[in-house]
């Protein structure tokens, strides 16, 4: 299983970055895709999901700013952010989870920092 992570980069508050994660060795329409993140010296934490059949969540500091979607034809999940703010600044990671089980599978990060 491999999980693509790549969109980041360095933004300034107010702007835009649209992060993809291209999966690879799934079946990408039967998984449930996150994207979560991790600021130095904080934990990890969720930013936003999609099931298999489409439904989204937001944490509270991603709502009405980003929008998950996925695209099973190109087994990529993308995650559009759009006014970044400084909290922001993250690596951020896709995880895959199967809609029948609960092995995580974890891609590598890719950093967003929003300057102030």
């Known amino acids: 299983v491999q999980l693509q992570a790549s969109g980041g980069g360095l933004v300034q508050a107010g702007g835009s970055l649209r992060l993809s994660c291209a999966a690879s060795?799934?079946?990408?329409?039967?998984?449930?895709m996150g994207w979560y993140r991790q600021a130095p010296g904080k934990p990890r934490e969720l930013v936003a999901t999609i099931t298999d059949r489409g439904s989204t969540d937001y944490a509270d500091s991603a709502k009405g700013r980003f929008t998950i979607s996925r695209d099973n034809a190109k087994n990529t999940v993308y995650l559009q952010m759009n006014s970044l703010k400084s909290e922001d600044t993250a690596t951020y990671y896709c995880?895959?989870?199967?809609?029948?089980?609960?092995?995580?599978?974890w891609g590598r990060g890719t950093q967003v920092t929003v300057s102030s």
């Open positions: 995880k895959a989870r199967p809609s029948y089980g609960s092995v995580d599978y």
């Open positions: 060795g799934i079946v990408f329409r039967f998984y449930i």
